[in-house]
């Protein structure tokens, strides 16, 4: 993503390093949060553990909770971005580049033509293609159950709110996780993003209003100034996760059917990258770690 933001100035997604706050409000997540940062470090992470003070001194919105703090483990290099303005952004740019886009163009099915290539039907009628990659998130094992392919990604239905920001509204700067809440908070240009819970129940995209509660509730209790005076936006989608967390990346048993699934709540954060490893993947039939570990056999 580095390097496309630096072959596209134009690209503009309210991309930011703002670094990431992970405040805890018990002392003993605490302690298990500082063993974790000294085993990043290992890795080359860069970390800072920080008492209450220091929490609100490097985001002043978090003063009202301040009391109910242990502490927190700030990261510098953590980045935000609006996932939608990307790939609105990507598709201008590629469409520049003489790319066809066919939008609202839902797949039937897949299914096996007389070369036993993979076809991809739409209203009836195959599309012409070379290769074919499902990225279809939570529709995946949908889609792929006509070729008899099983790929373990499941649903998980999480929930956002939107909150248009006014210049003196009080409201977080850093990308701020309230661990106990399992609710993060997101600073996207003028508006704030608040999204969490993880609900396992099928394929509904309804939304349901005890969860949208939960959502406005907790969000009133850490920044109060916030929900008073703005409407937010309240948004449902399914998080396509694997068991492992680990999302599948590579071929299948069919030559020209490729698989791009189950990133599950890091969809943006891995995609570029997941992207580059397939590209490559593509191009050539060399041997790699990371195929390896991304591979549908694994």
Same mark, same amino acid.
């Given at each position: 993503?580095?390097?496309?933001?630096?072959?596209?100035?134009?690209?503009?997604?309210?991309?930011?390093?703002?670094?990431?706050?992970?405040?805890?409000?018990?002392?003993?997540?605490?302690?298990?949060?500082?063993?974790?940062?000294?085993?990043?470090?290992?890795?080359?992470?860069?970390?800072?553990?920080?008492?209450?003070?220091?929490?609100?001194?490097?985001?002043?919105?978090?003063?009202?909770?301040?009391?109910?703090?242990?502490?927190?483990?700030?990261?510098?290099?953590?980045?935000?971005?609006?996932? !939608?303005?990307?790939?609105?952004?990507?598709?201008?740019?590629?469409?520049?580049?003489?790319?066809?886009?066919?939008?609202?163009?839902?797949?039937?099915?897949?299914?096996?033509?007389?070369?036993?290539?993979?076809?991809?039907?739409?209203?009836?009628?195959?599309?012409?293609?070379?290769?074919?990659?499902?990225?279809?998130?939570?529709?995946?094992?949908?889609?792929?159950?006509?070729?008899?392919?099983?790929?373990?990604?499941?649903?998980?239905?999480?929930?956002?709110?939107?909150?248009?920001?006014?210049?003196?509204?009080?409201?977080?700067? !850093?990308?701020?996780?309230?661990?106990?809440?399992?609710?993060?908070?997101?600073?996207?240009?003028?508006?704030?993003?608040?999204?969490?819970?993880?609900?396992?129940?099928?394929?509904?995209?309804?939304?349901?209003?005890?969860?949208?509660?939960?959502?406005?509730?907790?969000?009133?209790?850490?920044?109060?100034?916030?929900?008073?005076?703005?409407?937010?936006?309240?948004?449902?989608?399914?998080?396509?996760?694997?068991?492992?967390?680990?999302?599948?990346?590579?071929?299948?048993?069919?030559?020209?059917?490729?698989?791009?699934?189950?990133?599950?709540?890091?969809?943006?954060?891995?995609?570029?990258?997941?992207?580059?490893?397939?590209?490559?993947?593509?191009?050539?039939?060399?041997?790699?770690?990371?195929?390896?570990?991304?591979?549908?056999?694994?």
């Amino acid at each position: 993503m580095h390097e496309l933001i630096g072959t596209e100035p134009t690209l503009d997604f309210d991309f930011v390093r703002s670094g990431k706050l992970v405040v805890h409000r018990d002392a003993n997540a605490m302690q298990n949060a500082l063993r974790l940062l000294e085993f990043q470090r290992a890795l080359g992470c860069e970390q800072q553990a920080l008492n209450a003070d220091a929490c609100v001194e490097l985001e002043p919105a978090l003063s009202h909770v301040k009391p109910l703090l242990a502490g927190g483990i700030h990261t510098p290099s953590e980045e935000t971005a609006d996932c !939608l303005r990307f790939c609105e952004g990507l598709a201008a740019v590629l469409r520049e580049r003489g790319v066809r886009l066919l939008m609202n163009t839902p797949i039937d099915t897949l299914r096996l033509n007389a070369n036993g290539d993979v076809e991809a039907l739409q209203k009836g009628a195959p599309l012409a293609t070379d290769h074919i990659v499902v990225a279809s998130g939570a529709g995946a094992a949908h889609l792929l159950k006509a070729l008899h392919i099983r790929v373990p990604v499941y649903p998980l239905k999480g929930y956002s709110l939107t909150f248009d920001l006014q210049p003196e509204t009080v409201a977080p700067r !850093l990308s701020v996780t309230d661990f106990s809440r399992k609710v993060v908070y997101a600073r996207l240009g003028d508006r704030l993003r608040v999204a969490g819970i993880a609900d396992i129940e099928g394929y509904s995209l309804e939304a349901d209003p005890i969860r949208l509660g939960t959502l406005h509730t907790e969000t009133a209790a850490l920044l109060p100034d916030l929900t008073g005076s703005i409407t937010a936006r309240e948004w449902t989608g399914l998080r396509p996760a694997t068991p492992r967390g680990t999302p599948i990346v590579g071929p299948t048993r069919y030559r020209n059917l490729w698989l791009n699934v189950g990133h599950g709540a890091l969809g943006f954060t891995l995609a570029t990258g997941s992207a580059a490893l397939l590209a490559d993947w593509l191009a050539s039939s060399a041997g790699h770690e990371l195929r390896r570990t991304f591979a549908l056999s694994n």
